[in-house]
């Protein structure tokens, strides 16, 4: 067993000089907007991002590459030699976290990598009307999506809401949930979630209405079977008045 992992060893050895060697033979060395290693660059929705790669000490050409977290981005003839330059624009949300990588064709393992750190307030959303019967759960849900992440509070009718053992509260980097299992009289009101960010604070408001409780028989259908069994009842009092005047009318017409 010794004897085999020597080679095996060695082998992995020479593999990692001669990709140390292939790099030093290179000799080029890439900055993107004048930073020779891995950076991260904060801004915002919205806005306009450009982003130069530069092939530097350099003795011929040099192709470069572009790539958007794992995938490679086109590039146009003449932006590839030497210096390469992408445009983001505008900024969105989902731009956060991604990384921009400008790469050597020559020599993949030169590379500089700009990591997007886009900073947005949350938004909660637009304000609910909840109507829930008594005994039923109701999920009153809000986004608390931010960057950085914010600090989340329920309220209820403008107080910071004190949780009941029919109260659940589940949060993640995107959602903030309350849960009420099995709706009281008591739970009717206002219920506000706000979360609060360096880059600014959002809320919104559910407004819920706990209904009385319905029912097993809809009294609908009850006073509506109700009224059709009368007027069957009545129509049949009125069939069998008429059979009897008509069998008195004929008694009367036979003593005669």
């Known amino acids: 067993m010794a004897q085999r992992s020597r080679p095996t060893g060695s082998r992995r050895v020479q593999v990692l000089m001669l990709c140390f060697l292939a790099h030093a033979a290179t000799g080029v060395e890439l900055s993107v907007n004048n930073h020779n290693d891995d950076f991260t660059l904060i801004t915002s929705p919205g806005s306009r991002i450009s982003l130069s790669c530069l092939a530097q000490n350099n003795s011929q050409a040099e192709e470069l590459l572009w790539y958007r977290g794992d995938n490679r981005v086109d590039l146009k003839d003449g932006n590839k030699e030497n210096i390469s330059n992408i445009c983001i624009s505008p900024v969105s949300e989902s731009d956060n976290g991604v990384a921009f990588t400008c790469r050597l064709v020559r020599d993949r393992a030169v590379q500089v990598s700009v990591l997007l750190d886009v900073r947005f307030p949350p938004s909660a959303g637009e304000d609910e009307s909840i109507q829930i019967e008594e005994g039923k759960d109701v999920n009153l849900i809000c986004n608390a999506k931010s960057n950085p992440q914010g600090q989340t509070t329920w309220y209820k ?39 609060k960010s360096s880059c600014g604070d959002s809320s919104k408001n559910f407004h819920l209405i706990v209904e009385d409780k319905k029912p097993a028989f809809p009294m609908e259908a009850i006073i509506a079977a109700a009224v059709v069994v009368a007027l069957t009842v009545l129509f049949g009092i009125v069939a069998q008045r008429e059979k009897i005047f008509k069998c008195f009318k004929k008694s009367s017409e036979t003593a005669l």
């Open 157 to 195: 009718n403008n107080a910071i809401l004190t949780l009941q053992e029919h109260y659940q509260v589940h949060q993640s980097s995107e959602v903030f949930q309350l849960s009420i299992t099995k709706v009281q009289e008591s739970d009717n009101g206002t219920y506000t979630c706000e979360v």
